[in-house]
Antibody, heavy 119, light 109 residues
């Protein structure tokens, strides 16, 4: 069974840092590009970042560029999102999502982890 | 920047048909995908590549495109279909490859 499990969400002060993790199982993790997508309270889905299967290619939404860093460790079947200079508007559930092979949609998502940026 | 426009809300009685639209000037040249998002749950794809349905998704869910508009149609709506629905495309024109519509709240009356 394909599973993606996020962890690392917490309450953090503005300007603080946090590292999210996403553990994959039930599939060959190293073969897939993985994305982060977030949903702020009462808002819609917002794409955050992607990393290619081998980590060679990364992209970021303008709202997080320069503050967030996506990375992966295929030996640990894990994806990470390093979040710095956090702002109130970063408060959201963060989901990791697997891109379907040879397609441009997300076939599996994690259950999400909540990041709250508040003093 | 490229935008996908969805109506904020759609209401329908049980047993009726719900239609949710997604407008954008690249629809027709990009494949459109649809997700169902219920509170406290992860999004689930219900239609991909404009018209295809993943295994396990009821035939009541169908997708289509015409001109600059993609449409998700839910036939014989059930109470359990109540959720937020999002369209998504892959935008290769910029640095942000993934774009979601603003979402549509489907209310089953």
């Amino acid at each position: 069974e394909v599973q993606l499990v996020e962890s690392g969400g917490a309450v953090v002060q503005p300007g603080g840092s946090l590292r999210l993790s996403c553990a994959g199982s039930g599939f060959t993790f190293e073969n897939y590009a993985i994305h982060w997508v977030r949903q702020a309270p009462g808002k819609g889905l917002q794409w955050v970042s992607l990393i290619s299967w081998n980590g060679a290619t990364t992209h970021y939404a303008d709202s997080v560029k320069g503050r967030f860093t996506i990375s992966r460790d295929n030996s640990k079947n894990s994806l990470y999102l390093e979040m710095n200079s956090l702002r109130g508007e970063d408060t959201a559930f963060y989901y990791c999502a697997r891109r379907a092979p040879n397609h441009r949609y997300f076939d599996f998502w994690g259950q999400g982890t909540l990041v709250t940026v508040s003093s | 920047s490229y935008v996908l426009t969805q109506p904020p809300s759609v209401s329908v009685a049980p047993g009726q048909t719900a239609t949710i639209t997604c407008g954008g000037n690249k629809i027709g040249s990009e494949r459109v995908h649809w997700y169902q998002k219920k509170p406290g749950q992860a999004p689930v794809v219900v239609v991909y590549d404009d018209t295809d349905r993943p295994s396990g998704i009821p035939e009541r869910f169908s997708g289509s495109t015409s001109g600059n508009t993609a449409t998700l149609t839910i036939s014989r709506v059930e109470a359990g279909d109540e959720a937020d629905f999002y369209c998504q495309v892959w935008d290769t024109s910029g640095d942000h490859p993934v774009l979601f519509g603003g979402g549509t709240k489907l209310t089953v009356l």
